[in-house]
């Protein structure tokens, strides 16, 4: 049984669902306003956080968006040695360097890349903050 006197903090990884948000929808119903301005992920997206409040009834939530750039976690991978990543096809492991991680990644589609700055402004429509990025490098 949780302790009520302690409720849990929720923090959305806003990147996460906004891209989950996208390809839900984004290929099988265009949506834009008059002026052209795709919202199909905007839709969804504010549709996902209201399930999450129905399903869930956080009292403690916050959005929190990547920090662009690079990393101390980048910097880490580049000293690691090559990983081991189970490949369900062959069904054996393969070695992959961690440094390629985000390498094959393909661009932001143009399309969500213009809804982007949307997502900081439903804040308020949505009521919870979103909070900005920072390097959660450690300090020792």
């Given at each position: 049984m949780?302790?009520?006197?302690?409720?849990?903090?929720?923090?959305?990884?806003?990147m996460s669902?906004?891209?989950?948000?996208?390809?839900?929808m984004?290929?099988?119903?265009?949506?834009?306003?008059?002026?052209?301005?795709?919202?199909?992920?905007?839709?969804?997206?504010?549709?996902?956080?209201?399930?999450?409040?129905?399903?869930?009834?956080?009292?403690?939530?916050?959005?929190?968006?990547?920090?662009?750039?690079?990393v101390?976690?980048?910097?880490?991978?580049?000293?690691?040695?090559?990983?081991?990543?189970?490949?369900?096809?062959?069904?054996?492991?393969?070695?992959v360097?961690?440094?390629?991680?985000?390498?094959?990644?393909?661009?932001?589609?143009?399309?969500?890349?213009?809804?982007?700055?949307?997502?900081?402004g439903?804040?308020k429509?949505c009521?919870?903050?979103?909070?900005?990025?920072?390097?959660?490098?450690?300090?020792?």
């Amino acid at each position: 049984m949780p302790d009520e006197s302690k409720p849990p903090v929720f923090l959305l990884d806003t990147m996460s669902f906004i891209f989950r948000a996208y390809h839900a929808m984004q290929r099988s119903r265009p949506m834009s306003t008059r002026d052209g301005l795709p919202t199909a992920a905007i839709y969804v997206f504010v549709n996902m956080i209201k399930k999450l409040r129905e399903d869930f009834g956080p009292r403690l939530f916050a959005a929190v968006f990547d920090v662009s750039g690079e990393v101390f976690r980048d910097e880490r991978a580049r000293t690691m040695g090559p990983l081991r990543k189970w490949n369900g096809k062959t069904q054996s492991f393969d070695e992959v360097s961690y440094e390629g991680y985000k390498a094959n990644r393909a661009a932001m589609p143009e399309d969500l890349r213009r809804q982007i700055p949307t997502f900081a402004g439903l804040s308020k429509l949505c009521a919870f903050p979103f909070l900005k990025p920072w390097d959660s490098r450690p300090t020792t």
